[in-house]
């Protein structure tokens, strides 16, 4: 019998999506898959949606609110796949994503399989022909983890980010690695992900896949309150990747590339989180780096931004919303 596929799917009060996005799972040309979908105490009808899906390859488990990261490691914990498939309920994958992943990881024991991804807001786009965005400088094959996790965290000037459902992960880097960190962060999957990327023994990257990942215009609500803890945990997050890759690495690249995030992250949380901001600061000072100035805004901001600096831009931003 073919590896078996555990596609662990976190859902809080999904209930438009829940169905369309299970259907088109089962519609994977991968045979051997189970789908575990972990629902979050949904206020909304999202678990009774999910129990009336339950089928052979289809279980439901509920747990107290806790946030997706906590979901994901609940899906795990009842997983028994040889890889793992996380899918967030608003997205959809290519009908062979899994297949063609699991055929190039059977010829790369120890890696990690990726593809490219293509966002979109409204279902309806999907129905016309989609521009696939430029990715090759940050989604790759590679044998060197390490500088692939700095490429695409800002080596090469900008910084990227590969979205959750692109990676297919063998399980056992997931026990090598760990799970998910038990916290609330918009960015808990690049935390994860950093652990995962550097206990593999490279990337390979499937090309003629995709992921289609739903952008959400709303606002951040993770961002919404000046000095909240989830912006704490952005913070800490990106001292955490830091620390992983010092670890493994102490070049030129690693300390540009991190004082690119220690910059953004800087001036996009100033002015309402002056303290943060501050540290964030600092700590890009002692990278002893430059960094690229994020753009801020339109032709006037920019202007400003570069006239007045980034700190008046970005006050004048903020109080003229």
């Known amino acids: 019998m073919s590896q078996k596929v555990s596609i662990i799917m976190p859902v809080y009060n999904s209930a438009a999506f829940l169905?369309?996005?299970?259907?088109?799972?089962?519609?994977?040309?991968?045979?051997?898959?189970?789908?575990?979908?972990?629902?979050?105490?949904?206020?909304?009808n999202s678990y009774a949606i999910a129990q009336s899906l339950v089928a052979e390859k289809l279980k439901v488990l509920q747990q107290p609110n806790a946030g997706a990261a906590i979901a994901r490691n609940t899906g795990l914990a009842a997983a028994t796949g040889d890889y793992i498939q996380f899918m967030d309920v608003d997205d959809f994958l290519s009908p062979d994503k899994i297949e063609k992943q699991v055929a190039a990881l059977q010829q790369r024991p120890g890696c990690l399989a990726?593809?490219?991804?293509?966002?979109?807001?409204?279902?309806?786009?999907?129905?016309?022909?989609?521009?696939?965005?430029?990715?090759?400088?940050?989604?790759?094959?590679?044998?060197?983890?390490?500088?692939?996790?700095?490429?695409?965290?800002?080596?090469?000037?900008?910084?990227?980010?590969?979205?959750?459902?692109?990676?297919l992960i063998p399980r056992p880097?997931?026990?090598?690695?760990?799970?998910?960190?038990?916290?609330?962060?918009?960015?808990?999957?690049?935390?994860?992900?950093s652990r995962i990327i550097l206990a593999s023994e490279g990337i390979v990257h499937v090309p003629g896949?995709?992921?289609?990942?739903?952008?959400?215009?709303?606002?951040?609500?993770?961002?919404?309150?000046?000095?909240?803890?989830?912006?704490?945990?952005?913070?800490?997050?990106?001292?955490?990747?830091?620390?992983?890759?010092?670890?493994?690495?102490?070049?030129?690249?690693?300390?540009?590339?991190?004082?690119?995030?220690?910059?953004?992250?800087?001036?996009?949380?100033?002015?309402?989180?002056?303290?943060?901001s501050a540290i964030a600061y600092r700590r890009f000072k002692t990278m002893n780096r430059k960094a690229e100035l994020p753009l801020l805004g339109g032709r006037m901001i920019e202007a400003i931004k570069n006239i007045l600096g980034w700190k008046a831009a970005r006050l004048l931003k903020y109080y003229c919303r």
């Open 114 to 167: 990726v593809c490219n991804y293509i966002s979109f807001v409204q279902d309806e786009e999907l129905d016309k022909p989609i521009k696939v965005e430029e990715q090759g400088h940050f989604i790759y094959s590679s044998n060197n983890p390490a500088h692939f996790l700095i490429d695409l965290l800002g080596a090469k000037g900008e910084s990227n980010f590969i979205q959750t459902n692109c990676w």
């Open 19 to 44: 169905q369309k996005s299970v259907q088109s799972l089962l519609q994977q040309t991968y045979p051997n898959i189970e789908i575990i979908i972990v629902d979050d105490s949904s206020t909304d």
């Open 173 to 193: 880097l997931i026990e090598k690695a760990g799970g998910w960190r038990a916290y609330r962060c918009p960015d808990d999957d690049g935390e994860f992900f």
């Open 209 to 276: 896949i995709f992921n289609y990942y739903r952008r959400d215009k709303r606002a951040n609500k993770l961002s919404a309150h000046p000095g909240n803890k989830y912006l704490q945990n952005v913070l800490l997050t990106i001292d955490l990747k830091y620390g992983y890759l010092k670890n493994r690495v102490e070049d030129d690249l690693l300390r540009k590339a991190f004082a690119k995030q220690y910059l953004d992250y800087a001036i996009n949380h100033y002015p309402q989180c002056k303290k943060l």
